[in-house]
């Protein structure tokens, strides 16, 4: 993602980041779209238990769509530290479940877009 290089050009190492800071997601779209990625584990034990790989699809689909559309209204990077920091976890997120979800579907994941 270039988002993760962009960082790296700013000093932030993207790839230190392990837990959100505390306060930097603030906004309902952030929260949404954390608790999207949080359902992730249900929704791959759904479809294995019911054998409906349809599951996988409509969250990725529906993951993706949520995250395009906060990133074009909101800044991530050149906001106060804890903040980017927040959102820079929250993107990293997205993209595990997006490459494990394409995984699980058989489908390369692109290095970038």
């Not at 392990?18 to 034990?45: F, I, N, T």
Request: aromatic share 6%; charged share 20%.
């Amino acid at each position: 993602m270039s988002l993760f290089r962009q960082a790296a050009e700013q000093g932030i190492a993207a790839g230190e980041l392990k837990a959100v800071p505390g306060g930097g997601l603030r906004l309902p779209e952030e929260h949404r779209v954390a608790r999207a990625v949080l359902e992730w584990p249900g929704v791959v034990r759904l479809a294995a238990e019911r054998l409906e790989p349809h599951h996988l699809t409509f969250a990725l689909m529906s993951l993706a769509k949520q995250f395009h559309a906060y990133y074009n209204r909101h800044r991530v990077l050149g906001q106060e530290e804890a903040v980017t920091r927040a959102r820079l976890c929250l993107a990293r997120a997205v993209q595990a479940v997006l490459v494990q979800g394409l995984d699980l579907l058989g489908v390369n994941a692109p290095e970038k877009m």
